[in-house]
């Protein structure tokens, strides 16, 4: 079994000798079993346990075996607490998500891993399949888990849940079970214990059969955005400004739905929103327009206008954070330097990004430590109320960072005495899965 399970790991792209891997372990058997396949195949890793106290006792119980197994084998071990008032705030099984990435992504920041593996395994590629399926979706959410998507690895997605629980039997891997697994309340699981069990008697190799056709989705997938992106670079002007496409080449092609949701999903219009679009198409004058954009439909063309500097999807800004030796010049108002020996780790949501909030302070830098409303910051920069609303400020818990896109805060800046330097960009995401 070691040996079937062992070429999933060997066969992704990571380095031995320069990559450090850090595992999201819950004690459960997918990440218990996953754990002890990477310790066996002699990668540098680490352990990152998340305890969201939902479980009472539970909880401590799966985060003592955790941090129990990694004692043993003298494992870094880093867990982060959650506070339980988080709950009360909106969808638990989001929140949660968005906790342990976050906290993930800086332990990798703070102790230099590469690589974040997550124990997703073939059943739970379907159940996204399945879920994406009947909330309707284009090719993109239909292509499943990806294996490697940008730091994060997900080695047992060509694995059935049946050859985990194999391993673990074989090799006497300890886990825990989450009760709440077995419970319907939730979607995934209704799916999971529900529809693929009968899915599996019309079908008994679904796992085999559902990731050939989500890698053949995926590659059908990747040649269409190809194809969209020569048609876009051929039809389309564009500047930082504004995007014009000619109606006549739009009206000549039988997937206008996907060609447009391609291009203007990423200034906020929506599927409906681009169907009503294409109903209008050569009717000059009609008049568009979303939280980000506006478009008009003229006689022989589609304008939209655009602002660049402030495009942003609904979704967070993408942050990305590289360890350097010094501070360079950028001419990039989403680049900033901050001292990172003034990063806490042991908050809540710490070094995360949100919107403003009233009230909220900050100390900018060139004031010399005085703080500032940041409401007056944005007013002294005489933005546009859609620019306000797109404002965000990464935070260390309670501490503003930087106000991404216009000041960073006077205690994070580089000194000569920083021993941590860190370059943080942030770049809006792309939400042109069609």
Known sequence: MLSDLLPYIDGLNINKESDNVLIAVSGGADSMVLLDCFRRSDFKIGVAH??????????????????????????????????????????????????????????????????????????????????????????????????????????????????????????????????????????????????IPELKEIAPQLEKTVLKTTHNLTDTHTLLKYFLEQWKDKYVEENEHSIKIPNIRIAELKGKMTLLHTILSPYGFNRDQILEIIATLGISGKYFSSSRSKLHIERDHIYLEKDIHWQKPESSYSITYQLVDKVALENDPFVEFINGDKLNINTDFTFAERQIKNGDRMQPLGMNGKSKLISDIITDKKLTTRQKNELRILHDGNTPIWLIGIRLDHRFRVTPQTQKIYKITASTNSLSDC
């Open 50 to 195: 998340v305890n969201y106290h939902l479980r009472s006792n539970d909880s401590d119980l799966d985060q003592k075996l955790v941090s129990d197994y990694c004692k043993l084998y003298q494992i870094p071990f880093f867990d982060h607490q959650v506070n339980r008032e988080v709950w009360h705030s909106g969808n638990l099984q989001s929140i949660a998500r968005n906790i342990r990435y976050r906290f993930f992504e800086k332990i990798c920041l703070l102790h230099h891993y590469t690589l974040i593996a997550t124990a997703h395994h073939a059943q739970d590629s379907i159940e996204t399949v399945i879920l994406n399926f009947i909330k309707g979706t284009g090719i993109g959410g239909l292509t499943g888990i990806p294996v490697e998507n940008k730091n994060i690895i997900r080695p047992f997605l060509k694995i059935s849940k049946e050859e985990v629980l194999a391993y673990a039997n074989d090799f006497r891997v300890v886990y825990r079970e989450d009760q709440s697994n077995t419970s319907i309340k939730y979607a995934r699981n209704r799916i999971r214990h529900q529809v």
